[in-house]
Nanobody, 119 residues
Framework: QVRLVESGGGLVQAGGSLRLSCAASRSIFSITTTMNWYRQAPGKQRELVASIIGGRTTDYADSIKGRFTISIDNAKNTVYLQMNSLKSEDTAVYYC????????????WGQGTQVTVSS
């Protein structure tokens, strides 16, 4: 079992920045691990925002490309999502997700953290 705990959400004005953190209860820096940030806005489906694959390769949704950055601190078993130039449409609950592919595929979710961007 892996526990993921998000933090860093809050209320920010449009154009501002926030940094989300996701602390994992075990090492997440591995070639067989993918860490993801998802978000879900009211009335919408959960969408994949950013991924870091094998601790190195990053991928982003088009809607946030150039504004958000995903990164890992291996020593702290923590993945971050730096969000800049925030827009009202970024308002959502943000979830951390971990996928481990060593033998059996295992997937874990955090509890979510609310991000609200006021216009």
């Amino acid at each position: 079992q892996v526990r993921l705990v998000e933090s860093g959400g809050g209320l920010v004005q449009a154009g501002g920045s926030l940094r989300l953190s996701c602390a994992a209860s075990r090492s997440i820096f591995s070639i067989t691990t993918t860490m993801n940030w998802y978000r879900q806005a009211p009335g919408k489906q959960r969408e994949l925002v950013a991924s870091i694959i094998g601790g190195r390769t990053t991928d982003y949704a088009d809607s946030i490309k150039g504004r958000f950055t995903i990164s890992i601190d291996n020593a702290k078993n923590t993945v971050y999502l730096q969000m800049n130039s925030l827009k009202s449409e970024d308002t959502a609950v943000y979830y951390c997700n971990a996928v481990f592919r060593l033998g059996k595929r295992m997937e874990y979710w955090g509890q979510g953290t609310q991000v609200t961007v006021s216009s």
